[in-house]
């Protein structure tokens, strides 16, 4: 017994001294922790990234954000909820042009649609029926109509009784707060669309055309930087193309 207890503590001895079996150890500690730190890594990633997104359906420009934001979604762990915020409450005491105004007192019935839609049946319901009614509106150029917003409604099998919400201000004052919830957080100097990301929100990115694919990823991966600086306020060149529409779905 004496002789193995020897034997045995001797074992122990050498493969403390062994250089090679203690970095083995280190290799397989170092592995194990990587592979732990993965795990961590992969169930963070597993929630997406949540990005508050105001809009206007009229607005053409916002139609472009948000169709870049549905190609963000297919290369970025990102979700986008949709809020709307009008137009018409945005210019409603300000001095605008005869023709403006005509066409901001007709962009009430959308909104009010919109909001309808998302109080009585949600969020997955507001995006159906906002891509919907941008397809309607800016790529068949179908006009700002009863007659649009009902087919709208019928394409994604809401009621088509809820145009009427549109010819009534019964519920302007729950749109005034959908509105003011996203405007108030980027000040009176800009319109649609507003993007709440981690906290940080901004006015745009306004673009024409949209890019896609990975492109489409790494200008999100900016806007984010950008947006996530507080002193960071605006980066703005003018527009010398109009909204291009071509090879975007609906």
């Given at each position: 017994m004496a002789k193995s207890d020897k034997k045995s503590v001797s074992k122990k001895g050498r493969a403390k001294k062994d250089p090679a079996r203690?970095?083995?150890?280190?290799?397989?500690?170092?592995?194990?922790?990587?592979?732990?730190?993965?795990?961590?890594?992969?169930?963070?990633t597993d929630q997406p990234t949540l990005v508050d997104f105001w809009f206007d359906p009229t607005c053409p420009w916002a139609w472009l954000t948000s169709r870049w934001m549905l190609e963000v979604e297919k290369v970025r762990p990102v979700k986008t909820i949709f809020h709307v915020m009008s137009l018409s409450v945005l210019n409603e005491h300000r001095d605008v042009s005869d023709d403006y105004r005509r066409m901001l007192n007709a962009n009430w019935?959308?909104?009010?649609?919109?909001?309808?839609?998302?109080?009585?049946?949600?969020?997955?319901?507001?995006?159906?029926?906002?891509t919907a009614l941008g397809v309607r509106l800016h790529h068949h150029k179908e006009g700002v109509h009863r007659s649009t917003l009902v087919a709208a409604l019928n394409?994604?099998?809401?009621?088509?009784?809820?145009?009427?919400?549109?010819?009534?201000?019964?519920?302007?004052?729950?749109?005034?707060?959908?509105?003011?919830?996203?405007?108030?957080?980027?000040?009176?100097?800009?319109g649609t669309p507003v993007l709440k990301i981690n906290g940080a929100a901004i006015f745009g990115p306004?673009?024409?055309?949209?890019?896609?694919?990975?492109?489409?990823?790494?200008?999100?991966?900016?806007?984010v930087r950008l947006a996530s600086y507080?002193?960071?306020?605006?980066?703005?060149?003018?527009?010398?193309?109009?909204?291009?529409?071509?090879?975007?779905?609906?």
């Open positions: 203690k970095d083995a150890a280190k290799k397989r500690s170092a592995k194990k922790g990587a592979q732990l730190e993965s795990v961590s890594a992969t169930a963070e019935a959308p909104v009010r649609i919109a909001l309808t839609v998302w109080q009585q049946y949600g969020q997955e319901q507001l995006a159906a029926f906002y394409d994604v099998g809401l009621p088509p009784e809820l145009a009427d919400a549109g010819e009534t201000g019964d519920n302007d004052d729950a749109l005034r707060w959908s509105h003011h919830e996203g405007m108030d957080l980027v000040g009176k100097d800009v306004v673009m024409s055309p949209i890019v896609t694919g990975e492109e489409a990823g790494r200008m999100f991966d900016a806007v507080p002193g960071f306020f605006e980066l703005k060149r003018s527009r010398t193309v109009a909204p291009i529409f071509d090879g975007i779905g609906g």
